[in-house]
């Protein structure tokens, strides 16, 4: 049969998506591919559908247990048998799945990376044939990524063990070309064809609110926007989960919640209630979302920063995907800044391994700060070439504000910080330029310097605010540590020297800029 009829009868589509055939008619052919696709892309049906042409099984390696059984149901329900191994099951019911893949009843066999070597599930594959390997998530196997699973570096010893070398086939929505090379090294793939499809959304209309009261805002903008339709709001912890959750009750939302911490029973029933539309809100931790395929959610709002560009853009990437405008909104406050960083910190991992977290964390605070189009920040990121630098369809881009001349104030920030030997962090720096009374900047002696108290009228919000996007421009460099100090980058001598004016939105300096607000 052709792969047309195929993807008709099976999945009941008359055409491709963008990247799909490639990848489809690679592996049918016998070479190994990669995709790189983002989220909604259609990932699944590239290694599903090879997968019912190739004689014998396909194993997909995917961390995501709590799917499997989903993805599964409706491979079966397209009328493809399929199954899957992980550590949800019980003894007497894996016994019976490892016999019925011996005696070949399923095309497609979804696993759990930890189970890939145990003796049991090698002993099971011997005379098997494995046509196709799917890693999906082969992000997980880079240690520079959000993701890192170390069961994933067991992938080519299994591919190895295999009686017959099958096709390997790796999927990711990470396009990073760090990331990108490892996945090729580690998984081994053999000159694979690739599909990169372009990350732009072109319907997602990003913002970055920097609101003084998060939780009104938000009331305000479920009163103005997209009433009665479907929204998901993120939050860092179970706990802002449940209170945030509440408090929109409690204005007449309908919403439910979910996070880890909760009942499987009820965790499901609260996703259920959202994908079917019986709660337009669902209120939730990271631990929603992944594989998740409701097309007509209109808005993400992050009520919290989340660790990295990465995961904001998938997360947020989880509005329209039907294609209709929809917003992805990210409220920031410096205090979630410092949370991540606490995160990071009490994970007590290996100082290049803390590094690079901090130093994604810092990407996404810079996206934060910029005053460029947001859009053009996501696709840099994801190492996308982007000629166009106005997007029309973003917060700053639509951003009417007043733009006001900050160069002297940037002047000011940047000598204070070479005045004082680029040796202290932000708080310090402000500190110095308020003229702070502060006990260890007295000892430190820095109230001596020439630049302490020249921003004296200036509040701690304000300075806070150039210095990042000063960061964010480039102009100065914030050290990837728990603790980072700032110091200044070849760029920021234009700025002193008065050769480059530094612009800012005006109304994010005049707020408190007038009066001092009270130190931290
Ligand atoms: P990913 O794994 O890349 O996030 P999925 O494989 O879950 O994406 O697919 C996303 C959505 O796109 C699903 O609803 C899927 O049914 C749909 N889809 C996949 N391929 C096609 C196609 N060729 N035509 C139309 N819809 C498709």
């Given at each position: 049969m052709?792969i ?8 009941g589509y008359?055409?491709?998506k963008k990247g799909?055939?490639?990848?489809v008619r ?15 892309g259609g990932?699944s ?9 190739l004689?014998?099984i396909a194993?997909?390696?995917s ?8 993805q ?11 199954t899957y191994?992980?550590?949800t099951?019980e003894?007497n ?11 070949n009843k ?8 930890e189970?890939?070597?145990t ?8 005379g098997?044939?494995?046509?196709l390997?799917a ?28 009686e ?5 086939a ?18 081994k793939?053999?000159n ?19 609101a003084?009261n ?9 009163r ?8 998901i ?27 880890g911490?909760?009942?499987?029973e ?31 959610v ?10 990295n ?11 329209g995907?039907?294609?209709?405008k929809?917003h ?52 840099t ?10 997007c ?11 733009m006001?001349?900050v ?8 000598s ?14 402000i500190?110095?330029l308020?003229?702070s ?7 430190w002696?820095?109230d ?9 009228t ?17 102009y100065?460099h914030?050290?990837?540590d ?5 110091k200044?980058t070849s ?19 005049e707020?408190?800029g ?5 130190e931290?």
């Amino acid at each position: 049969m052709d792969i047309y009829q195929i993807l008709k009868m099976y999945f009941g589509y008359e055409e491709f998506k963008k990247g799909q055939e490639k990848l489809v008619r690679g592996i049918i052919d016998g070479r190994d591919v990669l995709g790189i696709m983002p989220t909604g892309g259609g990932k699944s049906l590239c290694y599903q559908l090879p997968a019912i042409v190739l004689d014998g099984i396909a194993i997909v390696i995917s961390p995501l247990i709590s799917l499997m059984k989903d993805q599964v149901d409706s491979l079966n329900e397209m009328g493809i048998s399929g199954t899957y191994i992980n550590s949800t099951l019980e003894q007497n019911k894996l016994m019976e799945r490892l016999r019925e893949i011996r005696e070949n009843k399923y095309k497609i066999v979804y696993v759990a990376p930890e189970r890939l070597n145990t003796g049991f599930f090698k002993e099971l594959i011997k005379g098997v044939k494995v046509s196709l390997v799917a890693v999906d998530e082969a992000h997980c196997i880079s240690q520079w990524g959000h993701d890192f699973r170390p069961s994933y570096l067991e992938i080519p010893t299994f591919i190895n063990s295999l009686e017959e070398r099958p096709v390997v086939a790796a999927f990711t929505a990470t396009a990073t070309e760090e990331i990108i090379e490892e996945i090729k090294y580690l998984i081994k793939l053999n000159n694979p064809t690739e599909s990169i499809i372009g990350f732009d959304r072109p319907n997602l209309f990003y913002q970055v609110i920097k609101a003084s009261n998060k939780f009104s805002y938000l009331l305000n903008y479920l009163r103005d926007n997209f009433q009665g339709e479907s929204g998901i709001i993120y939050c860092s912890t179970r706990k802002t989960v449940e209170s945030l959750a509440r408090k929109l009750r409690e204005e007449g939302f309908s919403v439910v919640e979910y996070h880890g911490g909760m009942e499987g029973e009820e965790r499901q029933n609260n996703q259920e209630d959202f994908i079917f539309n019986r709660a337009k809100i669902i209120v939730a931790t990271n631990a929603f979302g992944m594989g998740i395929d409701k097309p007509d959610v209109r808005f993400v709002i992050h009520y919290n920063m989340p660790k990295n560009m990465e995961a904001y853009y998938q997360e947020a990437g989880r509005a329209g995907r039907d294609g209709e405008k929809s917003h992805c909104i990210l409220l920031y406050s410096p205090s979630d800044v410092v949370k991540q960083k606490l995160i990071i910190q009490n994970e007590y991992l290996s100082q290049e391994r803390e590094e690079i977290l901090y130093k994604n964390l810092q990407y996404l605070v810079d996206y934060c700060h910029t005053n460029d189009c947001l859009r053009k920040v996501i696709l840099t990121y994801f190492g996308e070439m982007v000629e166009e630098h106005n997007c029309n369809n973003c917060g700053n881009c639509i951003d009417q504000s007043e733009m006001m001349d900050v160069t002297i104030e940037a002047q000011k920030i940047l000598s204070c910080i070479y005045r004082t030997n680029e040796r202290y962090g932000l708080t310090t720096i402000i500190q110095v330029l308020r003229g702070s009374k502060n006990k260890r900047l007295l000892e430190w002696g820095l109230d001596k310097v020439s630049t302490y108290g020249i921003m004296e009228t200036y509040s701690d919000t304000a300075i806070r605010e150039i210095t990042m996007t000063l960061v964010s421009m480039g102009y100065i460099h914030m050290t990837a540590d728990k603790f980072p100090i700032l110091k200044l980058t070849s760029k920021a001598l234009g700025v002193l020297r008065g050769e480059t004016k530094v612009y800012h939105k005006k109304h994010l300096i005049e707020r408190k800029g007038s009066a001092r607000d009270k130190e931290e």
